[in-house]
T-cell receptor, first 113, second 113 residues
Framework: AQSVSQHNHHVILSEAASLELGCNYSYGGTVNLFWYVQYPGQHLQLLLKYFSGDPLVKGIKGFEAEFIKSKFSFNLRKPSVQWSDTAEYFCAVNGNAGNMLTFGGGTRLMVKP | DAGVIQSPRHEVTEMGQEVTLRCKPISGHNSLFWYRQTMMRGLELLIYFNNNVPIDDSGMPEDRFSAKMPNASFSTLKIQPSEPRDSAVYFC???????????FGNGTRLTVT
């Protein structure tokens, strides 16, 4: 079975600070990895995805994530956060032959203006 | 592209009543997912369909929950009888192919009193 761990449940940053959210997964085979963002009161939206190739993936709004296979990690980063980045961030993995996506518990990010 | 459409947006009902949540996936998408989101348990996959066929319903909490997908453009999630602990936001999502990113609907916020 696949599982996803997000160790930071709540993160509070000031504007312009750098962000790194941790994501570790457990699955021995080939994986597809995703980060989704959920702004307050809204649905989940895709930030970025990794299927294969360059392990450093760039997404929307200046976010990027790095797949480190040896560490089973897919951490999300942003060099300089903005107040509008306040949201909950979910890491997800799909390692099955089918289409089942497993989500981490989410990290709530609050950016202080 | 109207996106994934869920109805109703909000549902308030009394314990014991039947609740039906509806979802229209994006046209052409052949996979459909029902998720439940609560503060305590985060995002939980309840069931997913591929080409209208239920593939994995291991996340359905108990027999009170049932889901159907009579055709490619419509799915329902029914709770009968409802209980206060069913209160949550229920998201429907669809995707176009195996391991493609999910597109989420705006969710139905269910409150059972």
């Amino acid at each position: 079975a696949q599982s996803v761990s997000q160790h930071n449940h709540h993160v509070i940053l000031s504007e312009a600070a750098s962000l790194e959210l941790g994501c570790n997964y457990s699955y021995g085979g080939t994986v597809n990895l995703f980060w989704y963002v959920q702004y307050p009161g809204q649905h989940l939206q895709l930030l970025l995805k990794y299927f294969s190739g360059d392990p450093l993936v760039k997404g929307i709004k200046g976010f990027e994530a790095e797949f480190i296979k040896s560490k089973f990690s897919f951490n999300l980063r942003k060099p300089s956060v903005q107040w509008s980045d306040t949201a909950e961030y979910f890491c997800a993995v799909n390692g099955n032959a089918g289409n089942m996506l497993t989500f981490g518990g989410g990290t709530r990010l609050m950016v202080k203006p | 592209d109207a996106g994934v459409i869920q109805s109703p947006r909000h549902e308030v009902t009394e314990m014991g009543q039947e609740v039906t949540l509806r979802c229209k996936p994006i046209s052409g998408h052949n996979s459909l997912f029902w998720y439940r989101q609560t503060m305590m348990r985060g995002l939980e996959l309840l069931i997913y369909f591929n080409n209208n066929v239920p593939i994995d319903d291991s996340g359905m909490p108990e027999d009170r929950f049932s889901a159907k997908m009579p055709n490619a453009s419509f799915s329902t999630l029914k709770i009968q009888p409802s209980e206060p602990r069913d209160s949550a936001v229920y998201f429907c999502a669809s995707s176009s192919a195996v391991k493609s990113p999910l597109h989420f609907g705006n969710g139905t916020r269910l409150t059972v009193t």
